[in-house]
């Protein structure tokens, strides 16, 4: 079946912008989650959803980053007033449950100028 | 503090040489460790993980918790096997998702 997709794939933006990425996970997954990929910092966790639950908000870096899943499906990561530090690769996974494998998507890579 | 360590951003080996990647974790509950792997200009993906005690693509990792270690090993390394490895851990009990090292690139040359 289909994989975890994301889109964009690759988006540059002008510093003191808002972006929004968006997430497609596998259908029936519950878990989803929001990774950010930059150079030296390996994966670095942002958030995650399971289910109905109140998601896990305790790697976003700052109060410029915001997510939404709705209808437990489709996830927007939002960042508002974009930073040069901001840019990395945006990594989304889901899983069938939080202690499943997770499937990566390919990622959108931001840039911020 | 849950925290996952690989001490080496890039390791070099020749074809046939035997490959360690090192991983060492931080956490004091029973933990569940991972290694996933990316392939140039493709996704990450689930490598192994500990509790299947699988052989994939000839790599194999064995959970240690006296030294909290869980290193990647491959007696042979092959040049398709060169990516960025990353060790990663999950906590159980505290309901938290993946917590990943900073990878370890691996080049294998011939």
């Known amino acids: 079946g289909a994989g975890v997709s994301q889109s964009p794939s690759n988006k540059v933006t002008e510093k003191g912008k808002d972006v929004e990425l968006r997430c497609d996970p596998i259908?029936?997954?519950?878990?989803l989650y929001w990774y950010r990929q930059s150079l030296g910092q390996g994966l670095e966790f942002l958030i995650y959803?399971?289910?109905?639950?109140?998601?896990?908000k305790s790697g976003l870096p700052s109060d410029r980053f915001s997510a939404e899943r709705t209808g437990g499906s489709v996830s927007t990561l939002t960042i508002q007033r974009t930073q040069q530090e901001d840019s990395a690769v945006y990594l989304c996974?889901?899983?069938?449950?939080?202690?499943?494998?997770?499937?990566f998507g390919p990622g959108t890579r931001l840039t911020v100028l | 503090a849950q925290r996952v360590t690989q001490p080496e951003k890039l390791l070099s080996v020749f074809k046939g040489a035997p490959v360690e990647l090192k991983c060492n974790y931080s956490?004091?509950?029973?933990?569940?460790l991972f290694w996933y792997v990316q392939y140039s200009r493709q996704r990450l993906q689930l490598l192994l993980r500990h509790i299947s005690r699988e052989s994939i693509k000839g790599f194999t990792a064995d959970l240690n918790k006296g030294e909290t270690s869980f290193h990647l090993k491959k007696p042979f390394a092959q040049e398709e096997d060169s990516a960025m490895y990353y060790c990663a851990l999950m906590a159980r009990q505290a309901g938290t998702a993946l917590i990943f090292g900073k990878g370890t690139t691996l080049s294998v040359s011939s």
């Open positions: 259908s029936g997954h519950t878990a």
């Open positions: 996974a889901s899983s069938l449950v939080r202690t499943d494998t997770q499937y």
């Open positions: 956490y004091s509950g029973s933990p569940e």
């Open positions: 959803f399971q289910g109905n639950s109140a998601p896990d």
